[in-house]
């Protein structure tokens, strides 16, 4: 039995449900109209002064879409990058949604991934076009001319027309039924480095995210919601808020109270003073220790398959050695650099929505519901993200917006302080995992077994947002991959149900246990992020245990895996793999084959007396496929990099008498400036087709460090973060 996987799953509910990304053969999004511009499909759009604007369906958060997929565009548009500038989509799965989810949505390291063919597809289509108008002004053979910086040009004459002077022709031809892309060979933009587009208005400050919203009349509201988990308010005195200058209103809801003020500073002193009592609810003596405890009872029962092949248990049980151990991830805010807000306007007539979010469809959609207004009435305006990671894929912040914007007169912004950010976040998920491995004579695996216990985002997310999808399923007769994913989650097993290795016998299960009114998300990347961790700390457990070097014993277990024995090469080499450290110091393996990508990582850190660690290098070598920006690859995996670095060491949301124990950078600590390794990555060049990169480095890197520290003391770290796991004894 194979896993089926978040993507294949997705995939699929998206061709059954009729949301497949058609965008490069779709009619324009409006007919042509006299001395308009020239719009031959849902991306592209000419205007007669020559200039290209790239109809944007994804965010930009930080992750480089802005400027890959324009160079997926322009590569085959024959235009310069600087000649596309971008316009967000507006919310519209039927022309925008992304081809691996079926949905218009930036997530899950997919923008290139998924438009790798589609964007490129609608340049060829456009360029094919205005080839063609050229040919039929000059009344030349088509196959005479050729496209080539913004213009068309006639090889046996010379002769040229810039873009904007064919767009009124071109725009009265048919649609070619078949275009050609170019060969990889004949690539001027795609590989090669280019510059940032976001980053002029980033650095001159005239880039507008959510937060930077203004409109005219427009208020500002912040909004305390119960600190315990499912609880409700149960009075308010708002007469000292009142009497703050510049509040103007207070809005009480059934579970928060937000108060509306002329400016954020006011709307906060006005919060700080209102008498809030509320009704704590069920969870009121919740404790992290309570989860943990529900966690480890359902990890000892059987759990719904996610791979069995051959005979893990009997194989266990006649092998020469068995190593098992648990493994444990906590909860983890996304505490992004720019705190959830939402501008929402609401008349009887129409809605406006200003955010900066990865699912426009959704948050139209949610909006639509609440205001009881029909969705072609709630208008998007999205804006660019000061960080993403899965936090903004959720309306919750939307809705909350829109249910204080309806009782305000004028549009209103709701601004989440950095406490109310991440008290009330949607977590990822605390895992709880059971593994276990016979080993031979020769000490190599024979017998692999792999448990995990966690909440399923998938669920939530299905069941909630993809209702009509699952309907259409169950019409199509898909009822076994329905059954699958009602009951497997399939990104909780993702990293741990397909490991590159050589495995067997191997049986993975997922045991769902949800946390008591403890709602979770996907967190750059959900599955790999935990099972990654696992499966690379384990595999060092057993290279241990067979007195064998960790590096070595991963490539004796990697012939079928011939992208996973490079980079694992690649890495070990480019480390300095075996040469001689300082004493104190460790070095550790990860191994990543996830979202379409292999990455290996080798950390090196020091461990104090005291306990305290230091990772001072980090070097990653990357496998993923055809690369669009080589400097987009290297600041992402840098990123994810530092990103996995802070989980790691310090990331821990903890739960007490039902409420979140962090608040703020004073207790949900990050890596400091200061703190960061010197971080060198490698690429391998390759013709496959591209793989993600926004995610894979934050998984790869939390076991690598693990792995050092045990090198570096013999102290074998199962739990995160490592901050709680080292002491003076410890270490």
Same mark, same amino acid.
Request: charged share 20%; with cysteine.
């Given at each position: 039995?194979?896993?089926?996987?978040?993507?294949?799953?997705?995939?699929?509910?998206?061709? =059954?449900?009729?949301?497949?990304?058609?965008?490069?053969?779709?009619?324009?999004?409006?007919?042509?109209?006299?001395?308009?511009?020239?719009?031959?499909?849902?991306?592209?759009?000419?205007?007669?002064?020559?200039?290209?604007?790239? +109809?944007?369906?994804?965010?930009?958060?930080?992750?480089? !879409?802005?400027?890959?997929?324009?160079?997926?565009?322009?590569?085959?548009?024959?235009?310069?990058?600087?000649?596309?500038?971008?316009?967000?989509?507006?919310?519209?799965?039927?022309?925008?949604?992304? $081809?691996?989810?079926?949905?218009?949505?930036?997530?899950?390291?997919?923008?290139?991934?998924?438009?790798?063919?589609?964007? /490129? *597809?609608?340049?060829?289509?456009?360029?094919?076009?205005?080839?063609?108008?050229?040919?039929?002004?000059?009344?030349?053979?088509?196959?005479?001319?050729?496209?080539?910086?913004?213009? =068309? &040009?006639?090889?046996?004459?010379?002769?040229?027309?810039?873009?904007?002077?064919?767009?009124?022709?071109?725009?009265?031809?048919?649609? $070619?039924?078949?275009?050609?892309?170019?060969?990889?060979?004949?690539?001027?933009?795609?590989?090669?480095?280019?510059?940032?587009?976001?980053?002029?208005?980033?650095?001159?400050?005239?880039?507008?995210?959510? &937060?930077?919203?203004?409109? $005219?009349?427009?208020?500002?509201?912040?909004?305390?919601?119960?600190?315990?988990?499912?609880?409700?308010?149960?009075?308010?005195?708002?007469?000292?808020?009142?009497?703050?200058?510049?509040?103007?209103?207070?809005?009480?809801?059934?579970?928060?109270?937000?108060?509306? #003020?002329?400016?954020?500073?006011?709307?906060?002193?006005?919060?700080?003073?209102? @008498?809030?009592?509320?009704?704590?609810?069920?969870?009121?003596?919740?404790?992290?220790?309570?989860?943990?405890?529900? %966690?480890?009872?359902?990890?000892?029962?059987?759990?719904?398959?996610?791979?069995?092949?051959?005979?893990?248990?009997?194989?266990?049980?006649?092998?020469?050695?068995?190593?098992?151990?648990?493994?444990?991830?906590?909860?983890?805010?996304?505490?992004?650099?720019?705190?959830?807000?939402?501008? =929402?306007?609401?008349?009887?007539?129409?809605?406006? &929505?200003?955010?900066?979010?990865?699912?426009?469809?959704?948050?139209? !959609?949610?909006?639509?519901?609440?205001?009881?207004?029909?969705?072609?009435?709630?208008?998007?305006?999205?804006? %660019?993200?000061?960080?993403?990671?899965? *936090?903004?894929?959720?309306?919750?912040?939307?809705?909350?917006?829109?249910?204080?914007? /309806?009782?305000?007169?004028?549009?209103?912004?709701?601004?989440?302080?950095?406490?109310?950010?991440?008290?009330?976040?949607?977590?990822?998920?605390?895992?709880?995992?059971?593994?276990?491995?016979?080993?031979?004579?020769?000490?190599?695996?024979?017998?692999?077994?792999?448990?995990?216990?966690?909440?399923?985002?998938?669920? /939530?997310?299905?069941?909630?947002?993809?209702?009509?999808?699952?309907?259409?399923? /169950?019409?199509?007769? %898909?009822?076994?991959?329905?059954?699958?994913?009602?009951?497997?989650?399939?990104?909780?097993?993702?990293?741990?149900?397909?490991?590159?290795?050589?495995? $067997?016998?191997?049986?993975?299960?997922?045991? *769902?246990?949800?946390?008591?009114?403890?709602?979770?998300?996907?967190?750059?990347?959900?599955?790999?992020?935990?099972? +990654?961790?696992?499966?690379?700390?384990?595999?060092?457990?057993?290279?241990?245990?067979?007195?064998?070097?960790?590096?070595?014993?991963?490539?004796?277990?990697? @012939?079928?895996?011939?992208?996973?024995?490079?980079?694992?090469?690649?890495?070990?080499?480019?480390?300095?793999?075996?040469?001689?450290?300082?004493?104190?110091?460790?070095?550790?393996?990860?191994?990543?084959?996830?979202?379409?990508?292999?990455?290996?990582?080798?950390?090196?850190?020091?461990?104090?007396? #005291?306990?305290?660690?230091?990772?001072?290098?980090?070097?990653?070598?990357?496998?993923?496929?055809?690369?669009?920006?080589?400097?987009?690859?290297?600041?992402?995996?840098?990123?994810? +990099?530092?990103?996995? &670095?802070? #989980?790691?060491?310090?990331?821990?949301? !903890?739960?007490?008498?039902?409420?979140?124990?962090?608040?703020?950078?004073?207790?949900?600590?990050?890596?400091?400036?200061?703190?960061?390794?010197?971080?060198?990555?490698?690429?391998?060049?390759?013709?496959?087709?591209?793989?993600?990169?926004?995610?894979?480095? !934050?998984?790869? =890197?939390?076991?690598?460090?693990?792995?050092?520290?045990?090198?570096?003391?013999?102290?074998?770290?199962?739990?995160?973060?490592?901050? @709680?796991?080292?002491?003076?004894?410890? #270490?």
């Amino acid at each position: 039995m194979h896993l089926v996987s978040r993507r294949t799953f997705l995939e699929t509910s998206a061709a =059954v449900g009729g949301g497949l990304l058609l965008g490069f053969t779709l009619p324009p999004l409006a007919p042509l109209q006299q001395n308009g511009p020239f719009v031959p499909n849902a991306f592209v759009r000419i205007d007669r002064d020559g200039r290209v604007t790239l +109809i944007m369906h994804k965010v930009e958060m930080g992750q480089g !879409t802005y400027t890959s997929m324009p160079m997926l565009l322009a590569e085959e548009l024959e235009v310069d990058l600087s000649q596309v500038q971008l316009e967000h989509a507006p919310p519209d799965d039927a022309r925008y949604a992304e $081809p691996l989810f079926g949905v218009q949505e930036t997530g899950g390291s997919t923008s290139v991934r998924g438009n790798w063919e589609p964007l /490129r *597809r609608a340049g060829a289509t456009a360029r094919s076009l205005l080839v063609a108008a050229a040919a039929q002004t000059w009344k030349v053979d088509p196959g005479s001319c050729h496209a080539a910086e913004g213009q =068309v &040009i006639h090889g046996p004459t010379g002769r040229s027309l810039n873009y904007g002077a064919l767009v009124a022709t071109a725009a009265a031809l048919p649609l $070619p039924r078949h275009v050609t892309l170019k060969d990889p060979k004949d690539f001027k933009l795609i590989g090669t480095p280019a510059k940032r587009l976001d980053a002029p208005d980033k650095v001159n400050g005239t880039a507008q995210y959510g &937060i930077d919203v203004k409109v $005219p009349g427009m208020k500002v509201a912040t909004v305390a919601a119960c600190p315990v988990f499912g609880g409700k308010v149960a009075s308010v005195n708002d007469a000292k808020a009142k009497g703050i200058k510049g509040v103007q209103q207070v809005v009480r809801l059934d579970d928060a109270v937000a108060v509306v #003020a002329d400016h954020m500073w006011a709307a906060k002193q006005g919060l700080a003073a209102l @008498d809030i009592r509320w009704d704590e609810g069920p969870n009121a003596k919740l404790s992290t220790a309570d989860i943990v405890q529900q %966690l480890a009872a359902a990890s000892e029962k059987a759990g719904v398959v996610a791979r069995n092949e051959g005979d893990a248990s009997k194989a266990l049980a006649g092998a020469v050695r068995k190593v098992e151990a648990v493994y444990e991830v906590p909860f983890l805010a996304h505490a992004t650099m720019e705190p959830v807000n939402c501008t =929402v306007h609401v008349r009887p007539d129409g809605c406006d &929505i200003w955010v900066g979010t990865q699912v426009p469809t959704f948050t139209q !959609t949610a909006a639509a519901k609440l205001t009881g207004l029909p969705r072609d009435k709630v208008r998007v305006h999205n804006h %660019l993200l000061g960080g993403g990671f899965g *936090r903004r894929l959720e309306v919750d912040f939307v809705i909350r917006a829109v249910q204080i914007a /309806r009782q305000v007169a004028s549009p209103v912004k709701v601004v989440w302080t950095r406490e109310e950010d991440i008290q009330h976040d949607m977590y990822r998920p605390y895992y709880y995992d059971r593994i276990a491995a016979g080993l031979d004579e020769h000490g190599m695996p024979i017998a692999w077994t792999h448990r995990i216990a966690g909440s399923s985002i998938m669920d /939530r997310v299905i069941n909630q947002l993809f209702p009509k999808t699952l309907r259409v399923m /169950r019409a199509a007769g %898909l009822h076994q991959l329905v059954a699958m994913v009602k009951g497997l989650d399939v990104d909780a097993v993702e990293g741990a149900a397909e490991p590159p290795y050589t495995l $067997p016998n191997i049986r993975v299960e997922y045991v *769902r246990q949800e946390p008591p009114g403890v709602p979770t998300a996907f967190w750059r990347g959900v599955g790999p992020t935990h099972n +990654i961790f696992v499966v690379e700390s384990f595999m060092d457990e057993l290279a241990a245990a067979a007195r064998r070097d960790p590096v070595a014993y991963r490539l004796a277990l990697l @012939d079928k895996s011939p992208r996973a024995r490079g980079v694992l090469e690649l890495a070990a080499q480019q480390a300095g793999w075996g040469q001689p450290l300082p004493a104190g110091h460790g070095r550790g393996v990860s191994l990543l084959h996830a979202f379409g990508s292999y990455i290996a990582q080798v950390a090196e850190v020091s461990v104090s007396q #005291a306990g305290d660690v230091r990772v001072h290098r980090v070097v990653c070598a990357v496998d993923c496929g055809t690369i669009v920006n080589p400097d987009t690859v290297k600041a992402q995996m840098e990123s994810g +990099i530092i990103f996995g &670095i802070t #989980a790691a060491l310090f990331g821990e949301i !903890t739960i007490k008498d039902g409420r979140v124990e962090q608040s703020n950078f004073n207790n949900y600590r990050m890596l400091r400036i200061n703190e960061v390794p010197v971080i060198d990555v490698h690429l391998v060049k390759s013709g496959e087709a591209p793989g993600g990169i926004g995610e894979p480095g !934050t998984s790869a =890197v939390m076991p690598a460090v693990a792995n050092a520290i045990f090198e570096a003391t013999g102290k074998r770290i199962r739990k995160l973060p490592v901050k @709680d796991q080292l002491s003076i004894s410890g #270490a």
